[in-house]
């Protein structure tokens, strides 16, 4: 099993190696901004290296939203992140679910994602793999419980997305474990990558606080036997800097071994 970590961009070879990670996320522009992706002068670098690499799109992309301010940006923002992953050798980008606002019709919102993966489809696909990834909180959310992903798949499933299963996501918004992977896959039909956190929270409590490895509320034992079941790559992302993220790894190889 590949694990790793997310790590800071300037340098994402090097803080893998710092890590003894198998694979690295990271963000390509500010996680809150708008700004499109730079191009990198280390593109080639980091193809050439044996360090599985993925792209975690900025937080502020919601295709979800019903506001055209919003969601427009949104899909122009992602289809920049695609490209400028496919420029590094990236094996996905991970989008969040999103949501929709109380009040609004949640059926609008799996709409617009459908509408997001139809156009890209006509203008010839994506240049990476596109992640959707679980979320922890919010009523309205397009992917937090399993009713919700499955009429986002139903919307969706045709363009063949992929699936990132964020535990300390899936613990936080009331999936239970293990049979959370049994659920997902008989949705989906795949996970393609695991976001290996604890949280801090108790079950169901939709906070999106994650912790290291066997510091939080979700069993490790538990945890490990998601991870074991998905067949994925894992990563963490979890406090701390290469120390704490090499405990984490380690950490995790002994639970999966």
Known sequence: MRIGAHVDS????????ARGADL??????DPQGWKA?????DAEAIKDAEVDVYIHSPYVINLASLNNRIRIPSRKLLTQHAK?????????VIVHGGHVRDGEDIAVGFDNWRKFFAQAADQGGFDVPILVENTAGG?????RRLDNIARLWDAIGEFEPGFCLDTCHAWAGGLEFPDVVDAIMAITGRIDLVH???SR????????????????????EELAEVIKRTGAPALVETPGGAEEH????????ELTA
């Open 10 to 17: 300037v340098d994402p070879i090097a803080e893998a190696a």
């Open 24 to 29: 690295v996320q990271f963000f390509l522009a």
């Open 37 to 41: 992706p730079p191009a990198r002068e």
């Open 84 to 92: 400028a992953a496919a420029a590094i050798g990236a094996k996905g």
């Open 139 to 143: 009523e309205h959310a397009c992917a």
């Open 196 to 198: 290996a956190n604890d």
């Open 201 to 220: 929270d108790d079950f169901d409590s939709g906070r999106d606080r994650h912790a290291n490895i066997g510091a939080g509320k979700i069993d490790a």
């Open 246 to 253: 090499s405990a984490d790894i380690a950490r995790l190889r």
